[in-house]
């Protein structure tokens, strides 16, 4: 079930795709003209819920909604100029990667993204390889939620923080040490960071806050601050924002040498 209560953080802001490096701008905004999306989800609680988020970022916004494929690909044939689609990967009459897959060859114009209960690195990816441009669990918190969301429609790609934090599927921060491990297999040898350093690095790129990063290292919070201006100096970037990019350019770069 979709988590309407607010949420600490906003990892919603530091988005971006294996498969195109891109991160805002992509060239899809729907500024300054109706927007029409589908909603695909089984679930009528789950819809009206989306519905309300969605309004309350564009409400002006055509909202369409459907239980499952077969009504989909009815609603798109008789309005096919839709311009988001949001798909549950869970629904009665077909599965959401089958979906997915149809409808970026259907629909290739319109664009696709994911929401659902799984927060598997693996249904990720997947989805994101099919052509999805965006994948949110459903565990997501408002705040967060509409953040997610905000960012799609202004053209940018959202993708789960712990997805680009972590190597295993949906794993969580849980021992410094086995995120500094993961870290360093990823970033370029010459990097020059502290074992330290990639700690508040792995909590930065799950849209932690200095403070939140300062809690659970134990550290004092301008500490954390001189840490994360080193991150930026030895990574070459200046915000959060490109730190997540370059990282998890990285690490998609390690996985496709291994594959």
Same mark, same amino acid.
């Given at each position: 079930?979709?988590?309407?209560?607010?949420?600490?953080?906003?990892?919603?802001?530091?988005?971006?795709?294996?498969?195109?490096?891109?991160?805002?701008?992509?060239?899809?905004?729907?500024?300054?003209?109706?927007?029409?999306?589908?909603?695909?989800?089984?679930h009528?609680?789950?819809?009206?819920a989306?519905?309300?988020?969605?309004?309350?970022?564009?409400?002006?916004?055509?909202?369409?909604?459907?239980?499952?494929?077969?009504?989909?690909?009815?609603?798109?044939?008789?309005?096919p +100029?839709?311009?988001? *689609? %949001?798909?549950?990967?869970?629904?009665?009459? @077909?599965?959401?990667?089958?979906? =997915? $897959?149809? #409808?970026?060859?259907?629909?290739?114009?319109?664009?696709?993204?994911?929401?659902?209960?799984?927060?598997?690195?693996?249904?990720?990816?997947?989805?994101?390889?099919?052509?999805?441009?965006?994948?949110?669990?459903?565990?997501?918190?408002?705040?967060?939620?509409?953040?997610?969301?905000?960012?799609?429609?202004?053209?940018g790609?959202?993708?789960?923080?712990?997805?680009?934090?972590?190597?295993?599927?949906?794993?969580?921060?849980?021992?410094?040490?086995?995120?500094?491990? +993961?870290?360093?297999? *990823? %970033?370029?040898?010459?990097?020059?960071?502290t @074992?330290?350093?990639?700690?508040v =690095? $792995?909590? #930065?790129?799950?849209?932690?806050?200095?403070?939140?990063?300062?809690?659970?290292?134990?550290?004092?919070?301008?500490?954390?601050?001189?840490?994360?201006?080193?991150?930026?100096?030895?990574?070459?970037?200046?915000?959060?924002?490109?730190?997540?990019?370059?990282?998890?350019?990285?690490?998609?770069?390690?996985?496709?040498?291994?594959?």
């Amino acid at each position: 079930m979709i988590n309407l209560e607010d949420a600490p953080g906003r990892a919603a802001t530091q988005c971006f795709s294996p498969r195109t490096k891109v991160l805002l701008g992509c060239g899809r905004a729907y500024r300054g003209r109706l927007m029409k999306i589908l909603l695909i989800d089984d679930h009528v609680l789950i819809r009206e819920a989306l519905r309300g988020v969605i309004k309350e970022i564009r409400d002006d916004a055509s909202i369409l909604e459907a239980a499952d494929c077969r009504r989909s690909m009815q609603l798109l044939e008789q309005q096919p +100029d839709v311009d988001l *689609i %949001l798909l549950d990967l869970t629904l009665p009459d @077909g599965d959401g990667f089958s979906m =997915l $897959a149809d #409808l970026r060859e259907r629909y290739p114009s319109i664009a696709v993204v994911v929401l659902s209960a799984s927060n598997d690195r693996r249904d990720v990816a997947r989805a994101l390889d099919i052509g999805a441009l965006g994948y949110i669990p459903k565990t997501t918190g408002r705040e967060i939620m509409h953040s997610a969301l905000q960012l799609v429609f202004s053209g940018g790609i959202y993708i789960p923080p712990e997805f680009l934090a972590s190597r295993e599927p949906s794993s969580q921060y849980s021992a410094p040490q086995q995120t500094t491990a +993961d870290f360093a297999r *990823i %970033l370029p040898p010459d990097h020059d960071l502290t @074992g330290r350093q990639i700690e508040v =690095l $792995a909590l #930065l790129m799950q849209g932690k806050s200095n403070k939140a990063i300062a809690r659970t290292l134990s550290l004092a919070e301008p500490t954390v601050k001189n840490h994360i201006t080193a991150i930026f100096k030895a990574l070459d970037v200046s915000s959060r924002t490109e730190a997540v990019i370059k990282v998890a350019k990285a690490g998609s770069n390690l996985s496709a040498r291994k594959s």
